[in-house]
């Protein structure tokens, strides 16, 4: 059983896919029916690919409808979206975790041990 997010996760990226093969047969009316609303869902999950996703669709409905001031906004949101996937790959590739994705043969790499969660270091028993 899905739970309320990965429902709302599904019916975004559903509703960005529906609104990608709109604008690819030129339909942008009913591409920006399906695009709008997913930006919203995605935007209370927070889904980062879905509306990376979205807003490069919105940039270029804007663009074909000639609306430069609201392209500039999709164009400025999809590079925020970028942004933050891209520092969020970095951080995860920082975490000592991250050596068991190039352990390839031989005894598991060594990790530090895990630390207690910031709850239970504040509240001592």
């Known amino acids: ?8 996760r599904l019916t975004s990226c559903s509703l960005v896919l529906l609104g990608h093969i ?4 030129n ?9 709008t609303p997913a930006m919203q869902l995605a935007s209370k999950i927070p889904d980062v690919h879905v509306q990376l996703w979205a807003s490069a669709i919105l940039k270029d409905l804007y663009r074909l409808a000639g609306d430069t001031e609201r392209e500039n ?3 400025q949101m999809h590079c925020n979206y970028s942004q933050a996937l891209l520092k969020d ?6 975490l000592p975790q991250h050596v068991l994705v190039q352990w390839t043969s031989g005894p598991p ?6 630390l207690p969660p910031p709850s239970a270091l504040s509240n001592p028993t």
């Open 73 to 75: 906004e999709a164009y």
């Open 89 to 94: 790959h970095f951080q995860a590739t920082q």
């Open 27 to 35: 339909n942008s009316r009913e591409s920006m029916n399906m695009v």
């Open 22 to 25: 709109f604008l690819s047969i």
């Open 109 to 114: 790499p060594a990790l530090p041990p895990s």
């Open 1 to 8: 059983m899905a739970n309320a997010e990965d429902l709302n």
